[in-house]
C-alpha cells in the first residue's frame, strides 16, 4: 500500500480540562487536565487528537509524494499507521472518503494557514447570547467588570494635535440615508416584505449588472459591490420566512436567472429551543412549518432570538475555488474572499434602509449548521457572515445604536 500524509496537517499541543468526581471526592478541585496533541487538517470535519506517540510519524512523510507502507511499520509500527490512516491524517492512494476529501481539499487552492484558521473559526450548536451571559459579557456593565476599560475611542496621543481642518459639507439627501442605517434587531414578526422590493434588493445588492468576458470560457458578473479579481465568488442562500407571494423555506439565488432555486434541507426539522441540527440520517427530508423554520434561523445565527425573526436572513457563502483559481495558495486570498462578503453586506445594509427597511449583519453564526442545511462542504463553500432586513417593529424592545434618534424618533 502506498501512503502520503494529508495535504495541510497543523499540530497544536491543547491542555484539555475536565471534570472528575473522583478527583473531588479525594480533596482535588475536581477541574483535571492532561496535555494531548490535536491536529488541525482542514479536509476533515474537525480537528482529530491523535496519541502523542504517533506524532513523529506524521513528520516522517511528506503530503506530496507516496511512500511504501511496509516501510513505515518497520519504523513506527502498523498499529500507529493504521491509527492515522483511520483519522484520515494519513491517505492511503485512491482510498475511501479520506482520500476523496483530500484531493477535492488540495484542488481548492487554500493556503494552508488560511484553511486552518477557516475550519477552526466554525461553530456548531453555539448559543451566543448565552454563551455571553455564562461569562458576563452580555452587558456593558459585565464587559467592564470582566475586561476591563476598553482602549480609548481615539488613538492615544491624538488630543494633542487636532490636525489639518478640512470644510464641512452641507448635507445632503445621501447623508439622510446614511444617517438612517442602523443594525435593526426589533423586526415586525408579523409583516411580509413586498415580493417587489425583495426582488429588487436581490438585484441590487447580488444581480447581474453586467458581464466582462476578459478570455475565452472565463466570465465575470458585475455586481454592485466590488471583488477581488473580479471574481464574485459569494452566493446568496436564503432563509425566507416571510416574502408576499414566495413560500417559505430555504433557497438559492440565482444570480444567473435573477431567480430563487429552493433548496431541499439536509438536516432533520430542527424544534424551537434547539441549538443545533441533526443530519437526516435515512430518513427522508420533508416541508418545513413556518415554526421549524424559525427554529432554524435562530440555530443559523447562534441563538440571536432578534436576528432570527427578520423576514429574510441572506447566507453570504464564498465558492473558495472561484477566487483561489487565480489566487492559488495566496497568503491573501481568503482574506480576500472574507472582505467581499463584507462589501455585499454593506451593500445590503443601505439598499434595504433606502426601501425603509431594517437590516442588520451577524457574524457570530453556527457555520457548522448551516452547511449541513444548505448542503456545503466546509473547505469548498462555506458562510461567512448572515445578513437580512425586514420592517422594523413599532416597538424597540431590544436595544439599537441610534444615538441621534434618526431611525427611533424621540417619546
Ligand atoms: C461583521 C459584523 C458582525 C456583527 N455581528 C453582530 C452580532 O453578532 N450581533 C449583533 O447584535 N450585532 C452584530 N453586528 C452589528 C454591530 O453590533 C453594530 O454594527 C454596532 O453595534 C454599531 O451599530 P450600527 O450598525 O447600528 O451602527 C455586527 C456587525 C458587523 C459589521
Known amino acids: 500500500m502506498q501512503v502520503r500524509r494529508c495535504a495541510v496537517a497543523w499540530l497544536e499541543p491543547r491542555e484539555v480540562s475536565s471534570f472528575e468526581l473522583d478527583d473531588l471526592m479525594t480533596g482535588g478541585t475536581g477541574v483535571v487536565s492532561r496535555l494531548a496533541w490535536f491536529v488541525h487538517a482542514p479536509h476533515l470535519p474537525a480537528a482529530v487528537e491523535v496519541d502523542a506517540a504517533h506524532v513523529p510519524l506524521l513528520g516522517a512523510l511528506g503530503a506530496i509524494d507516496w511512500m511504501s507502507r511496509t516501510d513505515l511499520d518497520v519504523t513506527f509500527g502498523g498499529e500507529a499507521v493504521d491509527a492515522l490512516l483511520a483519522s484520515g491524517l ?8 479520506g482520500a476523496q476529501a483530500d484531493d477535492a481539499f488540495r484542488a481548492a487552492g487554500w493556503h494552508p494557514s488560511s484553511a486552518v484558521a477557516h475550519m477552526i473559526a466554525r ?25 476591563g476599560t ?8 491624538d ?7 478640512l470644510p464641512r459639507v452641507e448635507r445632503d439627501d445621501f447623508d439622510a440615508l446614511l444617517d438612517t442605517r442602523a443594525t435593526c434587531r426589533n423586526y415586525d414578526t408579523e409583516a411580509h416584505v413586498p415580493l417587489a422590493t425583495f426582488s429588487q434588493l436581490m438585484a441590487r445588492v447580488f444581480g447581474a449588472r453586467g458581464m466582462g468576458h476578459p478570455a475565452d470560457n ?44 429552493p433548496v431541499t434541507p439536509a438536516i432533520a426539522p430542527p424544534q424551537p429551543g434547539d441549538v443545533g441540527t441533526q443530519l437526516l ?10 415554526d421549524e423554520l424559525r427554529a432554524f434561523a435562530r440555530i443559523a445565527v447562534a441563538g440571536q432570538d432578534f436576528f432570527a425573526d427578520a423576514p429574510v436572513l441572506c ?17 491573501k486570498a481568503y482574506r480576500v474572499t472574507v472582505l467581499d462578503a463584507g462589501h455585499l453586506s454593506q451593500t445590503l445594509q443601505l439598499c434595504a434602509t433606502q426601501a425603509g427597511l431594517g437590516p442588520f449583519v451577524t457574524g457570530a453564526i453556527n457555520e457548522v449548521d448551516i452547511e449541513r442545511a444548505f448542503g ?25 445604536f441610534d444615538p441621534n434618534r434618526r431611525v427611533w424618533p424621540r417619546d
Open 281 to 290: 440520517g435515512d430518513a427522508a427530508s420533508r416541508a418545513w412549518t413556518t
Open 159 to 165: 488630543e494633542n494635535y487636532a490636525g489639518i481642518a
Open 150 to 157: 476598553p482602549p480609548p475611542h481615539v488613538r492615544p496621543g
Open 218 to 261: 472565463f466570465h465575470v458578473y458585475k455586481r454592485t459591490s466590488p471583488s477581488g479579481g473580479a471574481l464574485h465568488p459569494t452566493e446568496c442562500w436564503l432563509i425566507v420566512q416571510r416574502v408576499e407571494g414566495i413560500a417559505h423555506g430555504l433557497y438559492r439565488y440565482r444570480i444567473d436567472t435573477h431567480a430563487l432555486e
Open 376 to 400: 456545503m462542504t466546509g473547505y469548498l463553500e462555506s458562510p461567512m457572515v448572515v445578513c437580512g432586513f425586514g420592517a422594523r417593529a413599532a416597538k424597540l424592545v431590544t436595544s439599537e
Open 315 to 331: 447566507v453570504l457563502a464564498p465558492r473558495f475555488h472561484r477566487n483561489f483559481w487565480k489566487y492559488r495558495n495566496h497568503s
Open 90 to 97: 494519513l491517505i492511503a492512494k485512491s482510498e475511501g472518503d
Open 123 to 147: 461553530w456548531q450548536g453555539i448559543d451566543g447570547p448565552q454563551g455571553m451571559a455564562d461569562t458576563d459579557t452580555d452587558t456593558n456593565e459585565g464587559l467592564l467588570r470582566q475586561h
